[in-house]
């Protein structure tokens, strides 16, 4: 059992190309397209439980060395493929009408993002920088804590603000991921032990995640979205999904957030600016730009990145 990185390039990839299908369900009624449309939140779940497991684990790897550049790298890798993100929305749906100085304080008052779906983004910007304190300035326990309660803290802050809930519900996967890190070790040898361990664990939290669900209170459903990707992470450590990646797959993986931040876009200039009526040519066209801006967005940012971080 594993959750190496050669397994994550396939999830990563998978996750990118999802998401985009769950948002275009705010573009399109398709019946055949409805079903993605429940897999918005599992995934963003799973994209903070990939974050906090990463972190741990480099942490782990390479000792409190790790986060001498920690800010400096992590930051630039978060934040300057946003803003080139941001600059493509402007620039392809140029609108010199528009009341910028609006949408960013809607933004802040109502957690409206002014790049589409672009949330996230500011969210795992206060996870890093959570992590960070914890890990810098916390012993033994108590980074564990601390990540915890910050979490915890996000989450308030942003249901008191009266953000919509995909600020907050998904919020304590980051921490969750961080735990399954720090445990992995534990937890395969526990479920190796004996065949039907890990059989029954995954039942047992398959059955908790169906209890916490039915009640459809989205407080508890924060709790189903730690389970979620809790059973995909064991799921995947048994699956050989090592095996399945090939250049495609990689290059996709590799440019998965950028795809998160850039999926708006097109999805925006077809409907408005560039109407396309087919809704096959729709798809077809928003995905094929979404990839093109990602992957011109990961280019400039690394290149800067790279020379500011050199």
Not at 205 to 210: A, E, N
């Amino acid at each position: 059992m594993s959750f190496d990185k050669d397994k994550l390039i396939v999830v990563k990839a998978l996750m990118a190309l999802l998401i985009v299908a769950d948002h275009l369900n705010f573009f399109l009624d398709l019946r055949w397209l409805k079903p993605a449309r429940e897999l918005g939140a599992p995934i963003v779940s799973m994209f903070f439980f990939i974050s906090g497991f990463g972190l741990v684990r480099s942490w782990q790897n390479k000792g409190p060395a790790y986060l001498n550049s920690f800010l400096r790298k992590k930051f630039l890798r978060i934040v300057l493929p946003a803003l080139f993100a941001l600059a493509a929305y402007y620039l392809l749906l140029w609108n010199p009408g528009r009341d910028y100085l609006g949408e960013w304080k809607n933004l802040l008052l109502y957690g409206t993002p002014v790049l589409p779906f672009s949330w996230f983004a500011e969210a795992i910007v206060f996870f890093y920088l959570i992590y960070y304190c914890s890990f810098r300035f916390l012993k033994g326990k108590w980074k564990a804590a601390g990540l915890l309660a910050g979490t915890l803290a996000w989450m308030a802050a942003t249901i008191l603000a009266g953000y919509d809930w995909c600020w907050w519900i998904c919020s304590l996967s980051f921490p969750s991921g961080a735990f399954f890190a720090h445990k992995e070790k534990e937890i395969y040898a526990f479920c190796e032990e004996k065949p039907y361990r890990y059989y029954a664990l995954l039942g047992l939290m398959s059955i908790l995640f169906v209890a916490l669900y039915l009640p459809r209170n989205p407080y508890l459903w924060t709790l189903c979205y730690v389970l979620i990707p809790t059973i995909v992470a064991l799921l995947v450590a048994r699956l050989p999904l090592g095996r399945f990646h090939g250049p495609v797959i990689t290059f996709i993986s590799g440019i998965s957030y950028e795809i998160y931040l850039c999926q708006g876009i097109p999805m925006e200039l077809f409907r408005d600016s560039i109407p396309i009526s087919s809704p096959l040519l729709f798809i077809a066209a928003v995905y094929a730009l979404t990839i093109l801006l990602a992957f011109a967005v990961n280019k400039l940012s690394g290149l800067i990145s790279s020379k500011l971080c050199a």
